[in-house]
């Protein structure tokens, strides 16, 4: 996930043909096989990796088991027809499958899961500026991503509520901060959402998911793009809401995380008023996300302690 989503998707076919060969050329850089400490698991999510061999299936680059893979099963652009840079599915029905069978028949990682990329109330087609519309606009959202999650198996019992800034169009904001004309237009109206009505289409789109299903909320965001949407008051507190970062990152594979923190010392960065010690900390991408690609995709670290 998060921004460059296009340079990932053009890449796509370069890095599944190379990838064999790029795993050899870079045995130097691999971390020790296996995750650690006991309950964390590697895994993947949105576009495709290089998973490859037979069940029970390993994780790229570091070796150790391929613990899980979450996969964008919806995104508010491409629901709505806008036809800019974010009409996409980010999606590896191969990697689920890999997940899901190690999961499954391994009892190795926690399987497969699903992601929304939501769409604050700047891209509501009936934004009106209130808080009893952003949360019906939420609604909808849930509605749809539970609509799309029913069309598959998902082991991994939280749906994630991806909130982040993309910086592509049509609404490089996904609607959080600018009002647009139109969902689609890419045509700022009014710039600056107040932060009671971001959250409240967050909170309608939580609360949809908690009354129509057994799954439990995730928010994947970092501490920069939340604070920036929901400011640091009331509006941006979620202390018992499952987390998911992907901050900070690294390209070397040789700097793989044990636990919450990286070889290097950096330390996954939680938000809405979280650290990695609270139980509501679950997922950290560490690598390949944006801006520092790594050639390959998004790597994860997975806490199976905290929720099976």
């Given at each position: 996930?998060?921004?460059?989503?296009?340079?990932?998707?053009?890449?796509?076919?370069?890095?599944?043909?190379?990838?064999?060969?790029?795993?050899?050329?870079n045995a130097a850089e691999q971390a020790p096989a296996g995750d650690a400490p006991?309950?964390?698991?590697?895994?993947?999510?949105?576009w495709p990796i290089p998973v490859s061999g037979s069940a029970?299936?390993?994780?790229?680059?570091?070796g150790g088991a391929y613990g899980g893979y979450i996969g964008m099963t919806g995104n508010w652009a491409y629901w709505l027809g806008c036809r800019g840079q974010e009409h996409f599915i980010a999606f590896s029905a191969a990697n689920a499958a890999q997940a899901h069978t190690d999961f499954v028949t391994y009892h190795r990682g926690i399987g497969d899961g699903a992601y929304w990329f939501m769409g604050g109330p700047g891209v509501d087609p009936h934004y009106n500026g209130t808080a009893a519309e952003a949360s019906a606009w939420g609604a909808r959202q849930a509605a749809r991503a539970l609509a799309d999650i029913a069309n598959g198996h998902f082991d991994y019992p939280v749906v994630w509520a991806d909130i982040e800034l993309p910086g592509i169009g049509p609404a490089p904001d996904n609607g959080w901060n600018s009002v647009y004309t139109s969902p689609c237009s890419g045509v700022v109206r009014t710039r600056g959402v107040p932060a009671a009505v971001d959250r409240a289409d967050f909170n309608g789109f939580a609360s949809y998911v908690a009354a129509h299903?057994?799954?439990?909320?995730?928010?994947?965001?970092?501490?920069?793009?939340?604070?920036s949407i929901f400011g640091t008051g009331s509006a941006a507190s979620i202390p018992n809401?499952?987390?998911?970062t992907y901050e900070p990152e690294t390209?070397?594979?040789?700097?793989?995380p044990t636990g919450w923190c990286l070889k290097s010392g950096g330390c996954a960065q939680f938000f809405g008023g979280q650290t990695s010690s609270s139980k509501y900390a679950l997922m950290w991408q560490w690598s390949g996300g944006g801006g520092v690609s790594n050639g390959v995709g998004d790597f994860d670290q997975i806490d199976s302690n905290r929720l099976g």
């Amino acid at each position: 996930m998060r921004r460059i989503w296009l340079a990932l998707a053009a890449c796509l076919t370069l890095v599944l043909a190379s990838g064999a060969a790029a795993t050899a050329s870079n045995a130097a850089e691999q971390a020790p096989a296996g995750d650690a400490p006991p309950g964390f698991w590697w895994g993947s999510d949105s576009w495709p990796i290089p998973v490859s061999g037979s069940a029970p299936y390993s994780m790229p680059r570091l070796g150790g088991a391929y613990g899980g893979y979450i996969g964008m099963t919806g995104n508010w652009a491409y629901w709505l027809g806008c036809r800019g840079q974010e009409h996409f599915i980010a999606f590896s029905a191969a990697n689920a499958a890999q997940a899901h069978t190690d999961f499954v028949t391994y009892h190795r990682g926690i399987g497969d899961g699903a992601y929304w990329f939501m769409g604050g109330p700047g891209v509501d087609p009936h934004y009106n500026g209130t808080a009893a519309e952003a949360s019906a606009w939420g609604a909808r959202q849930a509605a749809r991503a539970l609509a799309d999650i029913a069309n598959g198996h998902f082991d991994y019992p939280v749906v994630w509520a991806d909130i982040e800034l993309p910086g592509i169009g049509p609404a490089p904001d996904n609607g959080w901060n600018s009002v647009y004309t139109s969902p689609c237009s890419g045509v700022v109206r009014t710039r600056g959402v107040p932060a009671a009505v971001d959250r409240a289409d967050f909170n309608g789109f939580a609360s949809y998911v908690a009354a129509h299903s057994g799954y439990k909320i995730g928010v994947y965001s970092s501490a920069g793009v939340w604070t920036s949407i929901f400011g640091t008051g009331s509006a941006a507190s979620i202390p018992n809401t499952y987390e998911w970062t992907y901050e900070p990152e690294t390209t070397n594979f040789g700097n793989a995380p044990t636990g919450w923190c990286l070889k290097s010392g950096g330390c996954a960065q939680f938000f809405g008023g979280q650290t990695s010690s609270s139980k509501y900390a679950l997922m950290w991408q560490w690598s390949g996300g944006g801006g520092v690609s790594n050639g390959v995709g998004d790597f994860d670290q997975i806490d199976s302690n905290r929720l099976g």
